[in-house]
């Protein structure tokens, strides 16, 4: 019988946190938005894509790295602890709103640059840097630091046992207030949308384009549909707990496999009274993508950790070891290479657009797998920041 000590770091761990931070990098820079292969999409509405599973996964590791990273310290609250997590909730969603604000800035000077100013160069950088009217307050690390805050405080000072009853009741109140106030469809007169309006106003919010050509203010990140997100990480906090069990991996991870099973059967029975849905993170989303989450860690562990096949998984622990780091740079580079340009013939053009037109998609004559190239190859460059970072076990730690 093959075993594990359970309190020995699990490298399953990093390397699913790798492979959601990976595919995070991957759905979000196509060569060409307008050519992407459907599993690399999100759900319009309704539904579930692959693409949909990365965030709510990595979600799910953050709360078992919780009680992995609580338990040192017998989860117990004082005030350092408070301050601690304070300082780093802080620090997340600041980096998260300088990105935004900073895709901002290029591509209001960018604008001022194009068309007739007259603007000097210091002047046009200035009316760039002040311009908030459109900056969007929240985004993907603005939730993680959300979340990260509020299931910590609730990890340290209520008792464990409670958690699960918690995650419950936070999921049945999201599902009657949307049901009460007929939340479901995509409108801006939904209890969602309404809550963030009021709270962020409209002009900061992500504005969400669909296939009939609607708009919809409505952010997918947003404050209230963080709620629902607490209850996941909490869900990830329970499985920590299970993996942390001193018994024997092989009954660990048989506890595991019930668990994620029940959570996901339970979420598809929702989805006939709330939809799985992405975008409001409704109640059978947490429950769906949790237990799919939890399944997926379990065998992870088991081909990894307990029959230690592992030469497949090097190239995702680069990613696992600095997630968060790696993610921004990922975003920094983006941002950079989308709005920094070339004069080429007598043409202003991106670097993306330059290199994406010039040269990936001459060579490849399908735009969709040409698009996919160029998302795979965005990969590669950052897989290979975080490699030298792995190799000389340099780990930042956001």
């Known amino acids: 019988m093959n075993k ?20 995070m990098i991957l759905v979000n820079n196509p060569g060409d938005w307008s050519y992407k292969y459907t599993p690399l999409s999100h759900a319009e509405w309704n539904g579930l894509s692959p693409t949909d599973l990365v965030f709510p996964f990595f979600v799910l590791i953050m709360g078992v790295s919780m009680y992995l990273s609580f338990r040192k310290f017998d989860f117990k609250f004082s005030a350092k602890t408070f301050k601690k997590i304070a300082k780093r909730s802080l620090l997340i969603f600041i980096i998260g709103l300088l990105l935004n604000w900073f895709s901002l ?59 699960p009853w918690l ?26 949308a309404i809550i963030d309006r009021a709270v962020l106003g409209a002009n900061h919010m992500y504005t969400d384009h669909f296939s009939n050509g609607t708009q919809l203010v ?15 990480v909490l ?24 668990v994620g099973t029940i959570i996901l059967f339970i979420g598809f029975l929702i989805n006939y009274g709330f939809p799985i849905n992405k975008k409001i993170w409704s109640s059978s989303f947490v429950l769906v993508t949790s237990g799919l989450g939890a399944l997926s860690l379990a065998l992870l562990i088991w081909i990894i950790d307990v029959k230690e096949k592992k030469k497949w998984s090097a190239f995702f622990e680069s990613f696992g070891v600095n997630p968060l780091f790696i993610y921004v740079i990922s975003f ?12 080429h013939n007598g043409n202003w053009n991106s670097i993306k657009s330059f290199l994406y037109s010039n040269y990936i998609n001459s060579i490849f004559s399908n735009n969709y797998l040409a698009s996919l190239v160029f998302a795979l190859l965005f990969v590669l460059i950052n897989w290979g920041v ?13």
């Open 167 to 192: 995650i419950g009741s936070i999921l049945i109140l999201y599902w009657v207030i949307i049901g009460a106030t007929e939340s479901y469809l995509p409108t801006e007169n939904s209890i969602v």
């Open 218 to 232: 409505l952010d997918p990140e947003g404050l209230f549909s963080t709620i629902p997100a607490i209850s996941q």
């Open 235 to 258: 869900v990830g906090f329970l499985i920590g707990k299970i993996i942390s069990e001193k018994t024997e991996m092989n009954n660990t991870l048989q506890k595991i496999f019930i």
């Open 105 to 163: 800035f290029l591509s209001k000077f960018n604008s001022l640059t194009n068309e007739e100013s007259s603007f000097g160069f210091f002047q046009k950088i200035s009316q760039a840097a002040l311009s908030y009217d459109n900056l969007r307050i929240l985004g993907v690390l603005q939730r993680l630091a959300l979340i990260s805050f509020f299931g910590s405080i609730i990890i340290l000072l209520i008792k464990h046992k409670y958690i």
């Open 4 to 23: 594990v000590k359970s309190e020995k770091r699990l490298l399953a761990l990093d390397v699913f946190r790798g492979i959601t931070i990976s595919a």
């Open 332 to 343: 920094l580079l983006s941002i950079l290479i989308g709005n920094i340009g070339l004069t």
């Open 386 to 398: 975080g490699h030298i970072l792995y190799k000389k076990k340099i780990y930042i730690k956001l």
